[in-house]
């Protein structure tokens, strides 16, 4: 029987045709023609743009559950800063109530190992074949870095989720992450450990900056300042403070912070200086109720939108200064003068500003979306440099960052674990929404806590999880485990 994770699909061409219909190839991977596929460059970038294409899509027959934009908005939900106000609008609610993922058969379960899969299989496809395309040498590094960026990406999402922390202080990491699949193959195979999984994760990374530059038509693709922001996310994550700090600020060069005006313009707009990458909406790809803005914007004409906005943790707003640009992108206290809603939308104490579409109310879901931005990269330089002892550096490289955005700012003169706590917390201001709050608490071993905000009962269900609970592990899909004999569930 085949593995649930080999199900897939290659599509091609995806960002240059019209409908749904039209750009998502049913076929599974073992029937495609990759031979072709992969005949030329030119057929090949056609690939990879397929690949790009199919992160943005809903998956499960799912309008919430839109690929990697909507696990953006699931991995804050299941923290305590991105909060649902209500429980008038069921989307993300089981995930916000850590349900989804403690359920087998549930979407918010399925979805990722569905997606990243998805991409991986792809992926595999372009490595495997990339190589005797006709075309230049120069074209075929492009496409096969991009693809091992894509894998490596891919699976360092996955381990995260369906693994244990990885614990640097417990090398090798043997606890059970995920199946390890390289080539293109039905064979269902046994998770590789975490351990395995973040070697390969680095290897994928390292023979990628061999192969890419920092030049690229489109901002939506990988180039080599993103493969060095993988290398920063990763290292940090593993605790590898040295290689956390030289990767972040490798990769954020040539990127500059957005002024204060350029903060307050939406968080839409892939032009924008310091998005390193990010995905770009072009008019013929609307996904309209199934789209980024659809649930994270103030003003996309959505039920979603008008009826269950969503607000940030009130502990941790109310700790902004004031003259922080930061604070407007929530209102505490909104009005119709001060706060931007669809016709007749709810406003509610606390609620999200910082995500907006052109128009009031907006009538298009066409906004892009970031992944990866230059702040990210100061923040996890900052962090590494405060955990590797060094405060002056540390401090040093968070002032180049807040000062842009409060002007009141003072160079931090803390040291140790209050300095990695000032830096902690303008990471979670800072990078609200676009979806790093659980895999944070997850990596540092800290506890779900919710105590104490705006956090009402009827909507979390569930206010404290200790760390190292089984409950930061997400559950193999019972479809995986069905069609995968060689593969075992995670602790119940």
Not at 150 to 157: G, K, L, T
């Given at each position: 029987?085949?593995?649930?994770?080999?199900?897939?699909?290659?599509?091609?061409?995806?960002?240059?045709?019209?409908?749904?219909?039209?750009?998502?190839?049913?076929?599974?991977?073992?029937?495609?023609?990759?031979?072709?596929?992969?005949?030329?460059?030119?057929?090949?970038?056609?690939?990879?743009?397929?690949?790009?294409?199919?992160?943005?899509?809903?998956?499960?027959?799912?309008?919430?559950?839109?690929?990697?934009?909507?696990?953006?908005?699931?991995?804050?939900?299941?923290g305590e800063d991105l909060v649902l106000s209500n429980t008038s609008n069921t989307w993300h609610l089981p995930e916000q109530?850590?349900?989804?993922?403690?359920?087998?058969?549930?979407?918010?379960?399925?979805?990722?190992?569905?997606?990243?899969?998805?991409?991986?299989?792809?992926?595999?496809?372009?490595?495997?074949?990339?190589?005797?395309?006709?075309?230049?040498?120069?074209?075929?590094?492009?496409?096969?870095?991009?693809?091992?960026?894509?894998?490596?990406?891919?699976?360092?999402?996955?381990?995260?989720?369906?693994?244990?922390?990885?614990?640097?202080?417990?090398?090798?990491?043997?606890?059970?992450?995920?199946?390890?699949?390289?080539?293109?193959?039905?064979?269902?195979?046994?998770?590789?450990?975490?351990?395995?999984?973040?070697?390969?994760?680095?290897?994928?990374?390292?023979?990628?900056?061999?192969?890419?530059?920092?030049?690229?038509?489109?901002?939506?693709?990988?180039?080599?300042?993103?493969?060095?922001?993988?290398?920063?996310?990763?290292?940090?994550?593993?605790?590898?403070?040295?290689?956390?700090?030289?990767?972040?600020?490798?990769?954020?060069?040539?990127?500059?912070?957005?002024?204060?005006?350029?903060?307050?313009?939406?968080?839409?707009?892939?032009?924008?200086?310091?998005?390193?990458?990010?995905?770009?909406?072009?008019?013929?790809?609307?996904?309209?109720?199934?789209?980024?803005?659809?649930?994270?914007?103030?003003?996309?004409?959505?039920?979603?939108?008008?009826?269950?906005?969503?607000?940030?943790?009130?502990?941790?707003?109310?700790?902004?200064?004031?003259?922080?640009?930061?604070?407007?992108?929530?209102?505490?206290?909104?009005?119709?003068?001060?706060?931007?809603?669809?016709?007749?939308?709810?406003?509610?104490?606390?609620?999200?500003?910082?995500f907006r579409l052109p128009g009031t109310p907006s009538t298009s879901a066409m906004g892009d979306i970031p992944y990866m931005?230059?702040?990210?990269?100061?923040?996890?330089?900052?962090?590494?440099?405060?955990?590797?002892?060094?405060?002056?550096?540390?401090?040093?490289?968070?002032?180049?960052?807040?000062?842009?955005?409060?002007?009141?700012?003072?160079?931090?003169?803390?040291?140790?674990?209050?300095?990695?706590?000032?830096?902690?917390?303008?990471?979670?201001?800072?990078?609200?929404?676009?979806?790093?709050?659980?895999?944070?608490?997850?990596?540092?071993?800290?506890?779900?806590?919710?105590?104490?905000?705006?956090?009402?009962?009827?909507?979390?269900?569930?206010?404290?999880?200790?760390?190292?609970?089984?409950?930061?592990?997400?559950?193999?899909?019972?479809?995986?485990?069905?069609?995968?004999?060689?593969?075992?569930?995670?602790?119940?």
């Amino acid at each position: 029987m085949k593995a649930r994770y080999i199900t897939l699909v290659l599509a091609l061409g995806l960002l240059t045709t019209a409908c749904e219909k039209d750009y998502l190839e049913t076929s599974p991977t073992a029937s495609i023609d990759a031979g072709a596929a992969y005949a030329t460059t030119k057929n090949a970038a056609s690939a990879i743009n397929g690949i790009y294409r199919a992160m943005v899509v809903r998956y499960l027959s799912s309008q919430g559950h839109f690929g990697h934009p909507a696990m953006m908005i699931i991995i804050d939900a299941l923290g305590e800063d991105l909060v649902l106000s209500n429980t008038s609008n069921t989307w993300h609610l089981p995930e916000q109530r850590w349900q989804a993922h403690r359920s087998e058969t549930s979407v918010g379960d399925q979805l990722p190992y569905e997606l990243y899969y998805r991409l991986i299989g792809n992926a595999n496809i372009g490595i495997a074949n990339i190589d005797n395309a006709a075309g230049t040498q120069a074209e075929r590094n492009q496409v096969k870095g991009e693809a091992l960026g894509i894998r490596a990406f891919s699976y360092f999402n996955l381990v995260q989720l369906y693994g244990k922390r990885y614990d640097a202080a417990a090398k090798p990491n043997s606890q059970p992450g995920v199946p390890l699949v390289l080539t293109p193959t039905t064979a269902g195979l046994p998770r590789a450990t975490v351990e395995e999984i973040y070697t390969q994760i680095n290897k994928d990374l390292a023979d990628a900056a061999t192969l890419l530059t920092s030049a690229r038509s489109f901002k939506s693709h990988i180039n080599l300042e993103v493969i060095k922001g993988f290398q920063a996310r990763v290292a940090l994550t593993q605790q590898n403070w040295a290689d956390a700090a030289k990767y972040a600020a490798e990769a954020r060069k040539g990127y500059s912070l957005m002024t204060t005006a350029q903060y307050q313009e939406g968080f839409s707009d892939i032009g924008n200086p310091e998005w390193i990458w990010g995905f770009d909406h072009v008019e013929d790809q609307s996904e309209f109720f199934g789209a980024f803005h659809s649930y994270m914007s103030s003003n996309y004409n959505s039920t979603n939108i008008r009826v269950t906005p969503k607000v940030i943790n009130s502990l941790l707003y109310d700790r902004i200064p004031a003259t922080d640009v930061r604070s407007k992108m929530w209102v505490k206290t909104p009005t119709t003068t001060n706060s931007i809603v669809p016709t007749g939308g709810v406003r509610a104490p606390y609620m999200n500003q910082k995500f907006r579409l052109p128009g009031t109310p907006s009538t298009s879901a066409m906004g892009d979306i970031p992944y990866m931005r230059a702040a990210e990269m100061y923040l996890i330089e900052a962090e590494a440099q405060a955990r590797l002892g060094n405060a002056t550096a540390a401090a040093s490289v968070l002032f180049d960052l807040v000062s842009k955005r409060d002007p009141s700012y003072k160079l931090s003169t803390s040291t140790g674990t209050q300095l990695i706590d000032e830096i902690l917390f303008n990471r979670r201001i800072e990078l609200w929404g676009e979806g790093f709050r659980f895999t944070d608490l997850k990596r540092m071993n800290l506890p779900l806590n919710r105590n104490g905000a705006n956090i009402s009962s009827a909507v979390a269900v569930l206010f404290d999880v200790a760390p190292g609970d089984v409950q930061w592990e997400f559950l193999i899909p019972r479809r995986e485990i069905n069609a995968n004999k060689a593969i075992v569930q995670n602790p119940l």
